[in-house]
C-alpha cells in the first residue's frame, strides 16, 4: 500500500464533471461508515474470545474510523452545497477540516494504544481462541481492500482530499490487521506473549506517521497551496496554445475540497478591441475548463509588453 498517491494534486487529471464527482463522493462516504460498522461488531467479539490487546488496537481503529468516516460524511455533504451569499467560494473548505479532525481521531487511537500495549508489556497474558481471530482479521483485510480500491477509483476522479485522508487510514488498518494475525501467530505458534504487545506499539508508531500525513494534506488546502507544477504547467501550455495568446504571467491556483481556483494574466495584441480581447479570454477559459471541468477560471488580458513596461514580477 506504500504506492499509494496521498496528495490530491498529484491524482489523474481526468476528473469527473461536479455533478458525477459529489455522487461518487457521497458514495464513497457511505460505503466507508459501513464497513466501519461490519467491522467494529466483528472484531468486537473476536477480542471477547481471544482477549489480545493487539485485536484490541484494530477494535478501537475501527471505532474511531466509524467516526472519522462519520464526520467525512457530513464534511463532504457540506463541502459538495453550492456557493451562497456567505461563502461566494463555496464549501470546499470543509473537507480540509474533516482532514484534520480524522487526524485527531488518529493520534487519539494510537495514544490510548500505547497506554493499553505499555500495561501489558509488564503484565503479559495469553491468548485464546485464536482461530476467531484469524478469520475476523481475514475478513477485515478483505472488506478493507475492496472498500480501499473503490475509494482511490474515487479519487483520482475526483481528487477529494476528505476521501483521500479516508483512504490512508483504511490502507493503514491493511497492515494493522496482517500485524494481528502475526501477532495471533507468534502467541499461537511460540507462546511469545510479548509479541502482543510489541505489534500493538509497533501499530501504534505507524498510526501516527498515517495521521502526521493526513495533517500535513489538510494544512496544505487550508492554507491555500499552489497546484502542483505538472499541474500548472498544463495550464500555463493550455492557455499559450491559443494563437492570439502571446504570453502569461501571474499564475494563481488552489484547491478548495472538490474545486480549483485558476487565476491568470494573458498577454495578446495591444492593439485589440475589447471585444477582441474578450472573446480570447473567453476561448483560453473554455479550454482550460475541459481540463479542469471543477475549475473556476478568472482571466486578466494584458497588451503584450506591459509586464516589462511596468516591471511586474512573474
Excluded at 467494529?40 to 474511531?64: G, P, R, Y
Excluded at 494563481?252 to 480549483?260: C, E, H, I, K, Q
Excluded at 475589447?274 to 479570454?281: G, I, Y
Aim: charged fraction near 20%.
Amino acid at each position: 500500500m506504500s504506492g499509494a498517491t496521498t496528495e490530491p494534486e498529484k491524482q489523474s487529471a481526468t476528473r469527473l464533471p461536479p455533478e458525477k464527482a459529489a455522487r461518487l463522493m457521497k458514495l464513497a462516504t457511505y460505503a466507508s461508515v459501513s464497513v466501519a460498522s461490519i467491522l467494529i461488531a466483528s472484531k468486537f467479539t473476536a477480542w471477547l474470545f481471544t482477549d489480545s490487546v493487539s485485536l484490541l488496537s484494530t477494535l478501537i481503529d475501527s471505532f474511531l474510523d466509524a467516526g472519522a468516516s462519520l464526520v467525512n460524511l457530513i464534511a463532504v455533504r457540506h463541502a459538495l452545497e453550492p456557493a451562497d451569499r456567505d461563502h461566494r467560494f463555496g464549501h470546499g473548505k470543509a473537507e480540509p477540516l474533516a482532514g484534520l479532525a480524522q487526524a485527531a481521531f488518529i493520534c487519539g487511537s494510537a495514544g490510548f494504544l500505547v497506554i493499553e500495549a505499555s500495561e501489558r508489556l509488564f503484565h503479559p497474558k495469553g491468548i485464546e481462541n485464536t482461530d476467531i481471530g484469524y478469520a475476523v482479521m481475514g475478513l477485515a483485510i478483505v472488506l478493507t481492500l475492496c472498500l480501499v480500491a473503490f475509494q482511490r477509483y474515487v479519487v483520482g476522479k475526483t481528487g477529494s482530499i476528505a476521501i483521500t485522508a479516508d483512504s490512508v487510514h483504511y490502507q493503514m488498518d491493511i497492515l494493522v490487521n496482517a500485524g494481528v494475525i502475526a501477532s495471533l501467530w507468534l502467541v499461537g505458534a511460540f507462546a511469545w506473549v510479548l509479541a502482543d504487545p510489541i505489534i500493538a506499539l509497533i501499530i501504534a508508531a505507524y498510526i501516527l506517521w498515517g495521521a502526521w500525513k493526513i495533517g500535513i494534506m489538510a494544512y496544505h488546502m487550508l492554507m491555500d497551496r499552489e497546484l502542483d507544477e505538472a499541474e500548472r504547467q498544463k495550464i500555463i501550455d493550455i492557455a499559450l496554445a491559443h494563437a492570439e495568446v502571446r504570453g502569461l504571467h501571474d499564475l494563481r491556483t488552489r484547491a478548495s475540497g472538490n474545486n480549483v481556483f485558476i487565476q491568470m494574466h494573458i498577454e495578446m495584441d495591444g492593439d485589440f478591441s475589447l471585444l477582441q480581447a474578450h472573446a480570447v479570454s473567453d476561448a483560453v477559459e473554455a479550454s482550460v475548463m475541459a481540463a479542469f471541468p471543477n475549475a473556476e477560471v478568472l482571466i486578466h488580458s494584458d497588451p503584450e509588453g506591459l509586464e516589462e513596461n511596468l516591471g511586474v514580477f512573474r
